[in-house]
């Protein structure tokens, strides 16, 4: 597609299930961003790829957060044993450097998690 | 590390009334600068970049090097401009990431 797709748009869960989240890239981008949305509040970062590696993985909350970036393109954002305090919108965003500079992040439109 | 601090969680202001979000950034490099708006129910999406040195919906932002800030600026506000607004870094090192500030919900009132 031509934008950042996120699957699902909105997923609940029960208390302590696993769920993953997913995020199709701008075709080229070579960055993608995972952030997170809660009720009222900014953006908190919480994982940036370059390629396939995480560069910067430490606005990760616990180890119950994990994600995973292959081929270059779709990432997985998972949470272990989710727990009521993970509810909030999952953001990703892609974005690209030319060696003009920074293209624009564009972000998905976001999965909202509520975890009952 | 680079750093972008939004100091204002909430920006009241009446239509009609100046606006200014205020950005500062902290970077030894040369620094790209953004601002981002998120609308309500819609995407976060860009709305300038220093590089351009344009004029967006009546909004503008000069990177002051000196002062390392980065403020947005509208002399008039207008109803449709209440949103949440996000100052972002783009570096050249560090795996080229873009650094997001915590954001200014700005409300404009009647």
């Known amino acids: 597609g031509a934008g950042v797709s996120q699957s699902p748009s909105n997923k609940v869960t029960e208390k302590g299930k696993d769920v993953e989240l997913r995020c199709d890239p701008i075709?080229?981008?070579?960055?993608l961003y995972w952030y997170r949305q809660s009720l009222g509040q900014g953006l908190e970062f919480l994982i940036y790829?370059?390629?396939?590696?995480?560069?910067?993985k430490s606005g990760l909350p616990s180890d119950r957060f994990s994600a995973e970036r292959t081929g270059g393109s779709v990432s997985t954002l998972t949470i272990q044993r989710t727990q009521q305090e993970d509810s909030a919108v999952y953001l990703c965003?892609?974005?690209?450097?030319?060696?003009?500079?920074?293209?624009?992040?564009?972000f998905g439109q976001g999965t909202r998690l509520t975890v009952v | 590390a680079q750093r972008v601090t939004q100091p204002e969680k909430l920006l009241s202001v009446f239509k009609g009334a100046p606006v200014e979000l205020k950005c500062n950034y902290s970077?030894?490099?040369?620094?790209?600068l953004f601002w981002y708006v998120q609308y309500s129910r819609q995407r976060l999406q860009l709305l300038l970049r220093?590089?351009s040195r344009e004029s967006i919906k009546g909004f503008t932002a000069d990177l002051n090097k000196g002062e390392t800030s980065f403020h947005l600026k509208k002399p008039f506000a207008q109803e449709e401009d209440s949103a949440m607004y996000y100052c972002?870094?783009?570096?050249?090192?560090?795996?080229?990431?873009?650094?997001f500030g915590t954001g200014t919900q700005l409300k404009v009132e009647l």
């Open positions: 965003a892609s974005s690209f450097r030319s060696r003009h500079g920074h293209t624009e992040a564009f």
């Open positions: 220093h590089i």
């Open positions: 972002a870094l783009g570096v050249t090192g560090g795996g080229n990431k873009l650094t």
């Open positions: 790829f370059q390629g396939n590696s995480a560069p910067d």
């Open positions: 075709s080229g981008h070579t960055a």
């Open positions: 970077y030894s490099g040369s620094p790209e």
